[in-house]
T-cell receptor, first 109, second 116 residues
Framework: TQLLEQSPQFLSIQEGENLTVYCNSS?????LQWYRQEPGEGPVLLVTVVTGGEVKKLKRLTFQFGDARKDSSLHITAAQPGDTGLYLCAGAGDYKLSFGAGTTVTVRA | GAGVSQSPSNKVTEKGKDVELRCDPISGHTALYWYRQSLGQGLEFLIYFQGNSAPDKSGLPSDRFSAERTGGSVSTLTIQRTQQEDSAVYLC??????????????FGPGTRLTVL
C-alpha cells in the first residue's frame, strides 16, 4: 500500500499544452519532494516544499504544498518534449522518504 | 565531480543463487540509502546507513536480504537464495547528512536484477 497516491498514472499531451500531476496522502509530512526520473537513471530532485501552503516556481514548473501538508501538485506550463519522464513525489519522515508510484508524462512534439 | 555509482548495472541470475550489489556513494556523504523499484511502482525504502551503522532494518523485505557499509563509504546489498519476486531495479542514494528534508539525496543509476 502506497502512503502517497499519485494521479494520473499516465499522461500524454501535445507540446505546448499544460499539465498537472497530483500527490495525495492521509499522512502529514515534514516536507514533500518532487523528482523526475528518466529511463536507466536514478531520480533527480526537482524541489522540496516544507511549509503548508507553499508555492515554488522553477521556470515552467509550479509546485504547491497543501495547507495541511498532506498533498501537493506539480503544474507544467507549455510542456516541451524534454519534460518527458517519470515524475515522483516523496514524503519526508525522520530519516526516510516514502514515494508515490509515479506519473509517466509523455510530451509529443 | 563523481556521482553515486552502482555495480553491476545489470544482473541476471537463477532462482536460488546469491547476489551482491554494490554502491559507491559521493565522497564525504555520511548517509546512504537503498531502495527497490519494481515495474510500475514507486521506490520502496529498504534500509539506511548513518556512517557504518544501520539503525533500522525493518524495511528489508525478508531475512534473505542484508546490507553492510564499511569505512563510511562503499555499501553492499546481499540477497541470498534469490526468488523471482526479487526482480527489480535496486537504487542507492547518498546525502551529506541524515535529515531528509534538508539534505538532498543523490541517486545512482541502479542495478537491474532479473531472477530467472
Amino acid at each position: 500500500t502506497q502512503l502517497l497516491e499519485q494521479s494520473p498514472q499516465f499522461l500524454s499531451i501535445q507540446e505546448g499544452e499544460n499539465l498537472t500531476v497530483y500527490c495525495n496522502s492521509s499522512s502529514v509530512f515534514s516536507s514533500l519532494q518532487w523528482y523526475r526520473q528518466e529511463p536507466g537513471e536514478g531520480p533527480v530532485l526537482l524541489v522540496t516544499v516544507v511549509t503548508g501552503g507553499e508555492v515554488k516556481k522553477l521556470k515552467r514548473l509550479t509546485f504547491q504544498f497543501g495547507d495541511a501538508r498532506k498533498d501537493s501538485s506539480l503544474h507544467i506550463t507549455a510542456a516541451q518534449p524534454g519534460d518527458t519522464g517519470l515524475y515522483l513525489c516523496a514524503g519526508a519522515g525522520d530519516y526516510k522518504l516514502s514515494f508515490g508510484a509515479g506519473t509517466t508524462v509523455t510530451v509529443r512534439a | 565531480g563523481a556521482g553515486v555509482s552502482q555495480s553491476p548495472s545489470n544482473k541476471v541470475t537463477e532462482k536460488g543463487k546469491d547476489v551482491e550489489l554494490r554502491c559507491d556513494p559521493i565522497s564525504g556523504h555520511t548517509a546512504l540509502y537503498w531502495y527497490r523499484q519494481s515495474l510500475g511502482q514507486g521506490l520502496e525504502f529498504l534500509i539506511y546507513f548513518q556512517g557504518n551503522s544501520a539503525p533500522d532494518k525493518s524495511g528489508l523485505p525478508s531475512d534473505r536480504f542484508s546490507a553492510e557499509r564499511t569505512g563510511g563509504s562503499v555499501s553492499t546489498l546481499t540477497i541470498q537464495r534469490t526468488q523471482q519476486e526479487d526482480s527489480a531495479v535496486y537504487l542507492c542514494a547518498s546525502s551529506l547528512a541524515l535529515s531528509v528534508s534538508y539534505n538532498e539525496q543523490f541517486f545512482g543509476p541502479g542495478t537491474r536484477l532479473t531472477v530467472l
